[in-house]
């Protein structure tokens, strides 16, 4: 008796975090059609990325600028991995150091170069949740006109 009613002050809990974080962090409600799919969608090119910009006034400076933004982070990611990686390397000569290092400073540099972009590109103020959407959808729609 004792476990159905934890199964059930559990379950109760769960479900709240859940309603929780879904509401802090929407992404996978917005995305699920997209994810959650029979058949996936075929893959883009750079050329189709650029289609969209050109033909999408509201949406497409929005998803250029969050691309530019995604470049700055990876740079800001092979800095990291590098510049730790190297300095581990340098002064421990330790195989094991050096790949954790590498490991957290690209994490560390994506981050940084994730910020730096966010602020430089003015990231906040735009909705670039909703310009991936926009293009997701155009994609979909562009690929059921093909076939």
Same mark, same amino acid.
């Given at each position: ?7 059930? #002050? ?6 709240? =975090? ?6 802090? #962090?929407?992404?996978?409600?917005? =995305?699920?059609? #997209?994810? *959650? ?8 090119? /750079? ?18 600028? +969050? *691309?530019?933004?995604?470049?700055? +982070? ?16 340098? =002064?421990? *000569? ?17 981050? #940084?170069?994730? /910020?730096? +972009?966010?602020?430089? =590109? ?14 997701? /959808? ?7 006109? *093909?076939?």
């Amino acid at each position: 008796m004792g476990e159905a009613s934890s199964e059930s #002050f559990l379950k109760k809990h769960w479900q709240g =975090y859940k309603e929780f974080w879904a509401h802090r #962090f929407p992404f996978s409600d917005v =995305y699920s059609r #997209f994810i *959650r799919r029979e058949e996936s969608l075929p893959p883009w090119s /750079e050329s189709d990325v650029k289609d969209f910009i050109a033909s999408d006034p509201v949406h497409g400076p929005t998803l250029k600028t +969050a *691309r530019e933004a995604a470049k700055i +982070a990876l740079a800001g990611g092979a800095i990291g991995a590098i510049s730790t990686a190297g300095l581990a390397w340098k =002064y421990s *000569r330790s195989l094991h150091g050096a790949g954790l290092s590498l490991a957290a400073g690209a994490i560390s540099g994506w981050t #940084f170069g994730q /910020e730096i +972009a966010n602020h430089w =590109y003015q990231l906040y103020r735009l909705d670039t949740m909703s310009a991936q959407v926009k293009f997701m /959808e155009w994609w979909e729609k562009k690929c059921h006109s *093909r076939s």
